[in-house]
Nanobody, 124 residues
Framework: QVQLVESGGGLVQAGGSLRLSCAAS????????MGWFRQAPGKEREFVAG????????TYADSVKGRFTISRDNAKNTVYLQMNSLKPEDTAIYYC?????????????????WGQGTQVTVSS
């Protein structure tokens, strides 16, 4: 059983930065692939970034490559999403998710645990 809690969202101007955090409960955090997803009003939830339990393997959506960085600190049971050069189209609720697998996937149905989400709003 894994509990996930996101934090770090807020309101920023275009071009600004935010760092999201996701704190996880449980004793086997390093066994989980972690992902960040986002959902804008009226849209489907979409994959943003993923990181394997090995830390060295990461995957990004094309829309955020070069701007966002996912990382994890297994000692702290925490995964991060550093977001730079933010754009208004990045506005969404951001969710972290976990799956017990070594493989990073980009579909919501393949993740087993979800956080409550944190709002990110980017103004122009």
């Amino acid at each position: 059983q894994v509990q996930l809690v996101e934090s770090g969202g807020g309101l920023v101007q275009a071009g600004g930065s935010l760092r999201l955090s996701c704190a996880a409960s449980g004793r086997t955090f390093n066994s989980y692939t972690m992902g960040w997803f986002r959902q804008a009003p009226g849209k489907e939830r979409e994959f943003v970034a993923g990181i394997s339990g090995s830390v060295s393997i990461t995957t990004y959506a094309d829309s955020v490559k070069g701007r966002f960085t996912i990382s994890r600190d297994n000692a702290k049971n925490t995964v991060y999403l550093q977001m730079n050069s933010l754009k208004p189209e990045d506005t969404a609720i951001y969710y972290c998710a976990a799956r017990l697998s070594i493989v990073i996937t980009s579909t919501t149905r393949t993740y087993d645990y979800w956080g409550q989400g944190t709002q990110v709003t980017v103004s122009s």
